[in-house]
């Protein structure tokens, strides 16, 4: 109990830090840009950023459900090919000496320089874009999987024959489970390039999106619009990154001494 009260005060303590700092950084900007310190037309004030984004609130929403509708069917196709293959790489030594070496020169191919060949190739923008954010994020969990599965502690392996599990009683009882500290820590990772990639979607072809919005109104050098919006998206991001931080932790709480 006691150690578990010094983790929330710690955790309190570098929050609490995280926000001053955050703070700082929006009272320098306030500064600088009241006091003329910096181009006013690419940094403009608080003020007209507020105001901008109070103008398009409305659509802030509708982009950030384009953004969601693009996001989450991506996180979830990617989840599940990389858990499949991922088991089946993590239990088979034989296919994963043969594939492994393939699947890393997939993995080191940026995304970006195939979005001119997926883009001619899919049947709409929506797929190619999904496609694309697939494969940007994808090889993080995989590869995480793997290594999870591959370095399971024998002894769990053994009581598991010993209680004679097998099949996909085995994989969700022991394997996953044992293995899950590593495949939450490649997820986690593998969402900022999800992010990266459905930014680089929406800029380039989407007509609604966080960044089309910040896209199109950087192109008509409105930036305090395109402000607004990127603070938004980044607002959007963290909140995201926190939620998956935090089921992260609660799902491997049993990790926790």
Not at 18 to 33: D, E, K, M, N, Q
Not at 142 to 147: D, I, P, Q, R, Y
Not at 209 to 229: E, N, R
């Amino acid at each position: 109990m006691h150690s578990k009260a010094d983790g929330v005060m710690r955790r309190l303590i570098l929050n609490f830090i995280s926000a001053v700092l955050i703070l700082g950084i929006g009272l320098l900007y306030y500064y600088a840009t009241e006091n003329n310190l910096v181009n006013p037309f690419l940094f403009p004030k608080v003020s007209a950023i507020v105001k901008a984004f109070s103008k398009n609130q409305d659509i802030m929403l509708l982009n950030l459900l384009s953004s969601l509708g693009m996001m989450i069917p991506s996180i979830i196709i990617s989840l599940a090919i990389a858990l499949t293959l991922g088991i089946i790489l993590g239990r088979n030594a034989i296919l994963r000496e043969i594939l492994h070496p393939i699947l890393y020169i997939f993995s080191v191919v940026p995304s970006i320089l195939l979005s001119p060949f997926v883009l001619l190739l899919a049947p709409d923008f929506w797929t190619a874009s999904v496609f694309l954010i697939v494969y940007s994020t994808v090889w993080s969990t995989l590869f995480a999987t793997v290594t999870g599965i591959m370095t399971i502690d024998k002894r769990y392996l053994d009581k598991a024959d010993v209680l004679e599990l097998r099949g996909m009683k085995r994989i969700t009882k022991v394997i996953l489970p044992a293995a899950s500290p590593s495949i939450l820590s490649g997820f986690v990772n593998s969402l900022r390039n999800t992010f990266v990639m459905l930014v680089y979607a929406e800029m380039y072809g989407s007509r609604y999106g966080m960044g089309f919005f910040v896209k199109k109104y950087t192109d008509f050098s409105l930036y305090d619009y395109a402000w607004g919006g990127f603070l938004f998206m980044v607002m959007v991001l963290v909140i995201v990154m926190q939620f998956f931080d935090r089921l992260k932790e609660y799902l491997l709480r049993w990790t926790i001494d």
